[in-house]
């Protein structure tokens, strides 16, 4: 599968942003889906993870009830809504698939590219 994750940008402190991730082939809704995110000069970090059907969600303490990952199995889609930003939200996130049943832990297969994200104070 291949991925093309979408949507950063410059946001304000407080803001929102919707990432998106689109997905190539057909057997999108086999996969568990991610997000990561790497801010400059440290590890990449689990952020979200969604099951194939959409009915398991999980997420990093660090954005639990801010942001809400989904996706659209019809659209071959995923996105995650970026709400009430900080500056330490601030880095480059990616998409990732998952052939794995479980999403707890959630281990990529797959990467798309990363889309930065920047929130200023």
């Known amino acids: 599968v291949q991925l093309q994750a979408s949507g950063g940008g410059l946001v304000q402190a407080g803001g929102s942003l919707r990432l998106s991730c689109a997905a190539s082939g057909r057997t999108f809704s086999r996969y568990g889906m991610g997000w990561f995110r790497q801010a400059p000069g440290q590890e990449r970090e689990f952020v979200a993870a969604?099951?194939?059907?959409?009915?398991?969600?999980y997420y990093a303490d660090s954005v639990k009830g801010r942001f809400a990952i989904s996706r659209d199995n019809a659209k071959n889609s995923m996105y995650l809504q970026m709400n009430s930003l900080k500056p330490e939200d601030t880095a480059v996130y990616y998409c990732?698939?998952?052939?794995?049943?479980?999403?707890?832990?959630?281990?990529?297969?797959?990467w798309g590219q990363g889309t930065l994200v920047t929130v200023s104070s």
């Open positions: 990732a698939a998952s052939i794995r049943v479980t999403i707890r832990p959630f281990s990529p297969d797959y």
């Open positions: 969604i099951s194939w059907s959409g009915g398991g969600t």
